[in-house]
């Protein structure tokens, strides 16, 4: 059992702060911020508020308060960096090592002496991630099973006309990531515009699970999609092609992992590329590293 050290100072960030910040770096990780031709379904009808008004009413509803969170001088050290690692018994444990380790190319990062090392900068050096240490008991108390069943029955992400509910109610002039994902997956894993028919861009894979204290216990979840920009889903005439993008998705496999791969059947034609390295450019079922290197292009259609 492992428990989250304990705060000499408190402030206070509730979880849904953790939640979104954990959700929108896993989102974010994969996408571009400024790829915004997938139809976000903003409904012009609802009258928009403006940044500062949805603001407060975020800090009203969640009983936060932003410039207190904002005093927050190391946002990017997450909690889990304050896990106790000594249990009731005096062992030790060592959750530290799923993240901070020396990373592999193309990851540059080498981390490991933050595993056996508390060497949090001095201002905070206590856990400032006062949330997990508010003692919810009571207000769990007055929520009944059905009442949670009914919650947990009842879609809080999509309204009953199929658009995204959060979508919607982000102010007009948002900066931010206006979420577009419908989790609508066809048999490719696709996910797909239940409204138009048309292919929002993210894709769901499978991916081992990674360690972390990432539980919901924690204010924590997660989901893992790819979106690549729109010129690695388009052909050169900037046309969808699932088959371009199926290629481009299988190249940044590749690539990430640095090897030869397995993959769904690919269009080796799409790129002029004999990718499996069988002498014949036709369809590839696996991606062999050497033979990718020696491309003219590594991507396919308008990327390529
Ligand atoms: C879920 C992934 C994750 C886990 C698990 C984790 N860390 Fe971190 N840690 C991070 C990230 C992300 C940062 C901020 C970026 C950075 O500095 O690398 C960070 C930052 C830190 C820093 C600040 C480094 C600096 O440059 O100021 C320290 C110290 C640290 N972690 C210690 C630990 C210790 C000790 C543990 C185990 C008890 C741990 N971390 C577990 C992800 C993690």
Known sequence: MIFIRETTRGRSIPALFLVIFVLITIIIGCSDSDDDDSPN????????????????????????????????????????CYTKVLDENEQAHNPCYTCHINGKHPNPVDDRFLQSEYSLPPEVSFNPWANFFKNRQTELSKITDSEILTYVRTSNYLTENNTIKIAEELPQEWP????????????????????????????AFRYQPFLGTFWPT?????????????????????????????????????????????????????????????????????????SLNNCTSHFAGAAG
């Open 41 to 80: 379904s903003i409904n012009n009808s609802t009258p928009s508020v403006s940044i500062s008004t949805y603001q407060e009413s975020l800090e009203a509803n969640n009983q936060i308060d932003m410039s207190t969170l904002a005093q927050n001088p190391t946002p990017y050290i997450p909690p889990q």
């Open 218 to 290: 924690n204010g924590s979840f997660d989901d893992v999609l790819i979106r690549l920009s729109e010129s690695f889903r388009v052909d050169i005439n900037q046309k969808v092609s699932t088959d371009v993008y199926k290629y481009n998705l299988a190249v940044v496999e590749a690539l990430i992992k640095q090897t030869s791969i397995n993959t769904e059947p690919i269009n080796e034609q799409l790129a002029n590329c004999d990718l499996d390295g069988n002498g014949i450019i036709q369809t590839a079922e696996k991606i062999d590293w050497t």
């Open 176 to 203: 931010g990531y206006r979420p577009d994902c419908y989790f609508n997956f066809d048999e490719n894993g696709f996910d797909i515009n239940p409204n138009t028919g048309e292919m929002t861009g993210w894709r």
